[in-house]
């Protein structure tokens, strides 16, 4: 018990198989004292149901007693008082959002996209078994960029820091426990609804592939569905499952015996052979911080208690029998490893034949956690999935005009020509009289640098202004780029008298900074990356500038243009990420 004291408690109802009647157990008064005086009255109360039950109904009501008492008593005090609330070991971007029946707070990370980008997909993303929203630390960031929306990540119950509901709190209000598959799914819908999420797709690894597709199929509004190496189907032995159901439900052995044999498992190397066991090659991950980020839970009050309830309503399931799964018609990415030695890669192929408009990608020298081992090439499948999608969003910028993003790769030649011919013919800007257009005075600067940018947006001209400036116009989504690079065109206050743009022009020197002496004495580590065809600038220099620096490296990303963090962006984060890694910790 958390409390040093408590005034009454009322228990559930106790039943016995054998006569079927219904005997309700109470204790009405406990006096103010320490933990373990009122937990040694509770075992003396209950122990005493034990002797009657055990003499009037037998096994079963002996069994009933137990793990009624067993769940009141808990854990040791001394025990329980060694670990620590949800909310003192959330990190400083987890929110709890109250959801479920019984009410309990789930942890949940967001991200969100820059603020005034026209809003895209958002996102929820599910977990396996044992894991938390740690699984998705690599991946949620980049994702939530490129989806532009909100992308969240929760820890299911049982796991990660989502609190875990008083036994005695939930028999009492409900009968139905909080930690079966069915609430999973009806957390998430809620979790969904709280949190705002619109036109989301549903992320689902492992186990929480299977609650993803039931909420799909039971009309969660989900757009899409990305699910990485999923649980397809599960089968127990019925002997196996009633002796577990027998084992866990003893509570001095079935608690205690969930939490020893998770804290052996994490014990000297044998969380590294776990670890090893879910990961292909372990020098992809950083070690210290995987291990540290999996066993974090191990520290939350009743941890043991969620994992046993958790393992008490798991029962097996096979996806591929259920005959909704071929009438769901919303896009499916399914993503696996190629060594997963978790699961069995065919019955995820199985599954992906089974969805009607379903995507299954294998990802070569990868276990069972795409999504942190090789975070880069899950980013791109999913990149390249949710650009095959249909999905034009128009919005306002911030000041009340439309702009348009177009959330594709492939760009329609007619799409394009409206889209400029809407720019161009934009009416913000006044227009001058011809006394006003000569370069001798400041407003003739100003008119001159209007139109030579209005002159370059028009018709085809912008496609070869930004065909220079990328190497393969297909890596980029191209009427998004249009609109990024022309909308400060579309700003007021372009084109007065102090223009941005004229006085830059006006205050342009040229620079060799080869030259500045104090290059070479610059100690601090640089990174130079470039691309292989920059028509814009020429790479010799940026080679000449890179030795001349004495902690330089220099990069030349092949098949790139001027722009590699936009043309080549996974390489470029990845050349950032190496580089990163290798200098010293402060």
């Known amino acids: 018990l958390d409390s040093t004291s408590m005034s009454a408690f009322m228990l559930p109802p106790l039943w016995s198989s054998n006569s079927g009647r219904r005997r309700r157990a109470s204790v009405s008064v406990l006096t103010e004292g320490e933990d373990t005086e009122v937990s040694k009255e509770i075992e003396r109360y209950f122990l005493r149901q034990v002797r009657e039950k055990v003499l009037d109904s037998g096994r079963n009501a002996l069994e009933e007693s137990l793990y009624m008492a067993g769940n009141v008593l ?173 084992f866990l439900t003893v509570p001095w052995v079935g608690r205690r015996a969930v939490r020893k044999s998770m804290e052996k498992a994490v014990e000297g190397d044998r969380i590294y052979h776990m670890i090893k066991r879910n990961f292909h090659d372990l020098n992809r991950i950083p070690l210290e911080e995987t291990i540290d980020g999996y066993t974090r839970p191990l520290r939350v009050h009743d941890w043991d208690s969620g994992l046993q309830q958790y393992y008490l309503n798991f029962d097996g399931f096979n996806l591929l029998e259920d005959p909704r799964v071929k009438g769901l018609n919303i896009p499916v990415l399914i993503i696996s490893g190629e060594h997963d030695r978790v699961l069995h890669t065919d019955d995820m192929d199985a599954l992906s034949k ?40 128009l919005e306002p910028d911030s000041n009340n005009n439309p702009t348009l993003s177009l959330f594709s790769g492939k760009t329609e030649s007619n799409r394009a020509s409206v889209f400029l011919d809407k720019l161009c013919s934009s009416s913000e800007y006044p227009h001058h009289g011809p006394n006003q257009l000569t370069s001798s005075s400041p407003m003739g600067w100003e008119a001159a640098v209007r139109k030579s940018m209005e002159k370059a947006v028009e018709g085809d001209r912008i496609y070869h202004m930004i065909k220079r400036t990328f190497h393969d116009l297909s890596r980029i989504p191209l009427e998004e780029t249009i609109d990024g690079y022309t909308q400060p065109l579309r700003r007021s206050g372009l084109v007065t008298h102090d223009s941005g743009l004229q006085q830059y022009y006006l205050n342009f020197d040229g620079f060799n900074l080869l030259k500045d002496p104090r290059v070479k004495g610059l100690n601090i580590p640089v990174l130079i990356i470039s691309g292989e065809h920059d028509q814009v600038l020429h790479t010799d220099d940026m080679n000449a500038l890179s030795k001349a620096l004495p902690n330089s490296k220099f990069h030349v990303l092949p098949d790139c243009g001027h722009i590699p963090q936009e043309e080549k962006p996974l390489e470029t984060y990845s050349l950032i990420e190496e580089w990163l890694e290798s200098l010293p910790v402060p």
């Open 74 to 246: 808990g854990t040791a005090p001394s025990t329980q008082r060694k670990l620590k609330r949800p909310e003192d070991l959330a990190d400083r971007n987890s929110v709890f959002v109250k959801a479920g029946f019984p009410t309990m707070k789930v942890h949940c990370k967001i991200c969100e996209a820059e603020e005034g980008s026209a809003r895209g997909w958002d996102g929820l993303m599910l977990h396996g078994m044992l894991g938390s929203t740690f699984t998705y630390r690599r991946i949620q960031p980049l994702l939530a960029s490129r989806m532009r929306g909100k992308l969240a990540s929760m820890d299911l119950p049982g796991f990660g820091l989502t609190e875990r509901p008083n036994l005695l709190t939930w028999r009492l209000l409900s009968r139905d426990s909080p930690y079966t598959p069915g609430h999973a799914e009806e957390l998430t819908r809620q979790v969904m609804a709280k949190l705002k999420l619109t036109n989301s797709v549903l992320f689902g690894h492992s186990m929480g592939a299977p609650v993803a597709l039931s909420a799909a199929l039971n009309g969660a509004p989900v757009s899409g569905l990305v699910l990485f190496s999923p649980a397809v189907k599960i089968q127990q032995v019925p002997f196996m499952k009633q002796f577990m159901n027998t």
């Open 354 to 393: 089974a969805l009607p408009n379903s995507k299954f990608h294998v990802l070569p020298d990868c276990g069972h956690i795409p999504q942190e081992e090789k975070p880069l090439e899950t980013y791109s499948l999913i990149e390249e999935w949710l650009e095959s999608l249909p999905f034009l969003a």
